[in-house]
């Protein structure tokens, strides 16, 4: 046949006793032609091919020099009977390539299959020695003349090999192709002929490969159809090493029968398992995991037959790790196995039998299947703790290593100790992939091993890179999400990682899990990044569904968003709706319904909707025992945040913490934040409120409350008019005995006296305290509107002086937030500016300021009780004449004004919102003492219980009545 080329023409001639050996001759070589991958080829066949002496021969002709390469070719069987008369030569006389090649080809018809499969496995050999003749000067095509000698050495060997196979037996065979692939794997990493080692490494790379580094099917097919049509007579060394050959390829044939070779393969291993040694085992298992090809039937039966064993001390360390390695990457589960091989292991007296990959893959593997094997892995850490050194291990042996142990949650702060210190003395981490960087902070984080030096060693060698390309979206998150949880602070790591995400163009190739883990990662770590964020949230605002979201990643990515207050409504909108149109919450832990609802009150995004799914999901599930103190605190934080009335939610919460034998778990955020929820939302439940101030009132110091836990308590206990004397005793002493009113910011400061005042605990060193507070810590414009009213009201209830405080900078801050005064805010003023003026004969507000107040003073609204009304008419029955909502001339009404004996006596029927328990309020207390003595009007007090107790008996009132104003 005659090949034609633009500018190079070549004749490649074939002999008619090889096409007899071969059907498809005139295919194979335009396949190999074509992989030479010379310019514009075409294909003419001709009949009368030249000869060197009486055999073939294959001619190459360089159409400008018309230099002439030739090869003999092998004669047919038939030239000489059946059986050619072998001879024998040693291929190891051989020293080069170029010679063996060369000897092979010359000695083909004289050869025996053995001694062909011998010459074959003897090239790889000679490729790995450093005697091969580097690549000369190439021409225009970068190919050299030389280069095309040897490439048509190896065409016309290789064809010549295929014709020999119906003479090879199984070992033959085998040992061809495995040779193939040996050289295969010598040369694949050649790309073009610049990093050739020798011209005959590129001369395969360029006949065993494509372009695009995929084994040249028209070599490989043909030899695995060959060795398929066999397989019935193949040992198990056969098919192992057919199986080991095609997987170091990287290649499964599809074959003729429209099945793949290693799905042939299994069904004959399958037939003669129990013959297999353990190298057999190891590496055929290994093929098909290298391969992915999965095969439960011929895993199951292998393992079994391992499992079975008395002993396995046959095998190998490295066979034992190839096993496992293998069951692990095709996620083929075998406990049995596992066991077996693991106490195998566990009862060597050391492991220097083992290379440090065979520890680190034995180890992997059983992470992988979740195989928590204690001993084991127990055993293999005191072992590699006891090595001197660990320079033997890879970065990822090292990496593989610690995955493992966080992996199956095996602590062995010695293993971690010496790993992290090996890590940390290297000059440097070039050699270590992003994902063993991610691997080694993961693991690190994960079973809580602290090493700061070891984070940031790593969290530098990222920040020294040029850009993070590299990294895939979950080595970017894995990173982040470990600095964040091992509490290790890399503020430059945070904003090289931000940077990398942000600029990306879309976010589409990360995963829901990689996205929340990020936005969590950055919030935890109190590292704001606003241009990631916002990236994050376009990216999930734009999914056209969040199908792909679990529980726990909406959860985290809303909680993300509200730690570091990025406001994004259209986000929560999303989320929100998507939860809502769940058709239950039975998938979500109570630490994400929890972290769901605080999110949205951090960042007042109302979603009633919401709230009302959660709470109806709380309150579906037997009970809150599963609930975390700081996950219900949240809960009814939230609900009270948004003003999202849910009863029957805090009713079972509340019931529940009641319940419990202590509260010793619940911190003083827990406990301050529930009783201050149940408070804003006017939910009653006395028996929480006693039982959390019991709680704190048995502790032996008050150390750990922070100063709005203080406030908290005593602003809820009062709102809720719960009577606890020994609280405010306790948080009083506290408060008294420390700074904790120099710690407290202004709304802080103005609750607490404001809560004092409320429950009547006129402790004059609280106020005295805390207006040295205010007057020397505090700047009172800085203090909002309402808080200076409560202030000022507090202290006219305390009836304690504070020139620190009110003064003129107390004016000024006024008059300036005249605007910011509400309705209640004028009525504290005006009752302060009473106490001022007319009991403590001191400067009170400005005219007009004071004239605003009078008249929000007087014109609150006037509602009369049943109680009320029932009073009035019992006194109007005894001839008082009762005068009913009485203004006094401080501007103060009264339920009723009699006169008795000449006396104007004022009339008070103190409902249940005049007391907390039976003690009047702080209000209550103010009112009365400034009728008494700015007025000059006596005042009788009607409590409720008093009247309730005389039922409908008018007889009894009127007595009553009698008996009090006399």
């Known amino acids: ?77 038939r030239d000489k009977g059946n059986r050619p008369n072998y001879g024998y030569w040693n291929v190891k006389d051989c020293h080069t390539v170029e010679d063996l090649l060369q000897k092979t ?16 496995n003897y090239v790889p050999v000679l490729l790995r020695q450093r005697t091969q003749r580097p690549m000369t000067k190439r021409n225009r095509y970068g190919q050299t003349e030389e280069l095309m000698q040897r490439e048509c050495h190896i065409f016309s060997l290789l064809e010549q090999t295929m014709a020999l196979f119906g003479k090879c037996r199984p070992r033959e065979l085998t040992t061809i192709i495995f040779s193939l692939a ?98 057999n085992i190891s590496n055929t298992l290994w093929s098909y995991a290298t391969l992915r090809v999965s095969h439960p039937y011929l895993f199951q039966s292998a393992g079994d037959t391992i499992a079975a064993s008395s002993s396995l001390k046959a095998f190998k360390p490295q066979e034992l790790s190839n096993i496992l390695w293998a069951y692990a990457r095709l996620h083929e589960p075998h406990p049995t196995l596992f066991e077996k091989v693991g106490d195998t292991i566990a009862m060597l007296d050391d492991f220097s039998s083992f290379k440090p990959q065979e520890l680190s893959s034995t180890l992997w593997s059983y992470a992988t299947l979740s195989e928590g094997h204690s001993v084991l892995f127990k055993r293999v850490g005191d072992g590699i703790v006891a090595f001197h050194d660990l320079k033997a291990f890879t970065p990822q042996a090292l990496s593989n290593t610690v995955w493992a142990y966080a992996k199956v949650n095996k602590a062995h702060p010695g293993l971690f100790e010496k790993i992290g210190g090996t890590i940390i003395d290297r000059d440097g981490l070039e050699s270590f992939t992003p994902q063993a960087l991610a691997n080694i902070v993961w ?18 060698a990222i920040c020294d890179q040029a850009n993070l390309n590299r990294f895939l979206p979950q080595e970017l998150s894995s990173t982040v999400w470990s600095f964040a949880t091992a509490k290790c602070q890399h503020p430059a790591l945070f904003e090289k990682i931000g940077e990398t995400i942000a ?51 909406l959860s985290n990515t809303v909680w993300a968003f509200a730690t570091v207050n990025e406001l994004r409504p259209d986000l929560f909108k999303k989320i929100g709706n998507v939860i809502v149109d769940m058709d239950d919450l039975h998938s979500f832990k109570p630490q994400e319904l929890s972290n769901t609802v605080w999110a949205y009150a951090k960042v007042h995004e109302s979603n009633p909707n919401l709230f009302k799914k959660v709470g109806d999901a709380i309150l579906q599930r037997a009970g809150t025992n599963s609930f975390t103190p700081q996950e219900l605190a949240n809960i009814v934080w939230a609900f009270a945040t948004l003003d999202e009335p849910h009863p029957d939610l805090f009713e079972k919460i509340g019931d529940e913490i009641t319940a419990r034998d202590t509260l010793n778990e619940f911190t003083p955020q827990n406990l301050s934040n529930i009783v201050w929820a149940y408070a804003t939302v006017n939910e009653e439940n006395a028996s929480l409120f006693t039982k959390i101030g019991n709680t704190v009132v048995g502790l032996d110091d008050l150390q750990l409350f922070a100063p709005q836990s203080f ?32 710690a407290c910011k202004s709304q802080e400061l103005s609750n607490t006296v404001w809560s004092f005042a409320t429950a009547n605990e006129l402790r004059s060193d609280i106020f005295k305290k805390a207006e040295d507070a205010i007057g020397k810590s505090h700047k009172l414009e800085s203090f909002p509107a309402q808080s200076l009213c409560n202030i000022a009201w507090s202290y006219a209830v305390a009836n304690v002086d504070a020139p620190l405080v009110f003064n003129d900078a107390f004016i000024i801050a006024l008059l300036d937030k005249q605007e910011e005064l509400t309705l209640k805010g004028l009525r504290q003023l005006f009752q302060w500016h009473l106490w001022r003026v007319r009991e403590q004969s001191n400067d009170g507000l400005p005219e007009t300021l004071q004239e605003h107040c009078r008249d929000a003073f007087i014109t609150a609204n006037v509602s009369s009780s049943i109680l009320q009304n029932d009073v009035i008419s019992e006194l109007a029955a005894i001839g008082l004449n009762p005068e009913e909502e009485f203004l006094t001339q401080s501007g103060y009404r009264l339920d009723a004004l009699v006169q008795i004996d000449g006396k104007r006596v004022g009339i008070e029927v103190d409902g249940p919102s005049h007391f907390i328990h039976e003690t009047a309020k702080g209000s209550t207390i103010l009112k009365r003492r400034q009728v008494t003595t700015i007025d000059k009007i006596a005042l009788v007090s009607i409590p409720h219980w008093d009247w309730n107790k005389l039922g409908k008996d008018r007889s009894k009132k009127q007595k009553y009545l009698k008996s009090l104003l006399s």
Not at 718 to 742: C, M, W, Y
Request: with cysteine.
């Open 182 to 279: 040996k050289i295969a794997r010598e040369v694949r990493s050649i790309h073009g002929t610049k990093n050739a080692k020798s011209i005959h490494h590129q001369a395969f790379r360029n006949i065993l490969f494509d372009d695009k580094s995929n084994p040249q099917s028209a070599i490989f097919q043909p030899y695995a159809e060959a060795a398929y049509h066999r397989l019935a007579k193949f040992d198990p060394r056969c098919l192992s090493n057919l199986a080991y050959s095609y997987a170091l390829l990287g290649y499964d044939p599809l074959l003729q029968n429209g099945d793949t070779l290693f799905q042939n393969i299994a069904p004959a291993a399958l037939n003669t398992l129990h013959d297999f040694d353990p190298q």
């Open 503 to 553: 600029n990306q163009s879309d976010l589409k190739s990360f995963k829901s899990q990689e996205l929340s883990n990020i936005v969590w990662a950055f919030a935890t770590a109190t590292q704001h990044h606003s241009e990631l964020f916002k990236k994050v949230a376009d990216s999930v605002v734009s999914m056209s569904n969040l199908s792909s979201f679990n529980p726990q990643e």
């Open 105 to 120: 080809l010359d000695k083909f018809h004289v050869s025996s299959p053995t001694t062909i499969a011998a010459a074959w």
């Open 711 to 742: 406030s908290n308590i005593v602003w809820a206990h009062a709102t809720a008019n719960v009577h606890q004397p020994d609280l405010f005793r306790k948080i009083g002493d506290a408060l008294v005995t420390s700074n904790i009113f120099e």
């Open 1 to 77: 046949m005659a090949f034609f080329g633009r500018s190079q023409r070549f004749h490649v001639w074939i002999g008619d006793a090889s096409l007899k050996c071969l059907t498809s001759n005139t295919s194979f070589l335009a396949d190999m032609l074509t992989m030479l991958r010379r310019p514009c080829y075409r294909l003419s066949v001709s009949n009368q091919p030249p000869f060197i002496g009486k055999r073939p021969i294959v001619s190459v002709v360089h159409s400008q020099n018309c230099r002439h390469f030739t090869s003999a070719v092998a004669k047919s069987s």
């Open 443 to 460: 693991a690190y984080a994960t079973l809580n091993e602290s090493c700061t030096g070891l984070f940031k060693k790593v969290g530098d």
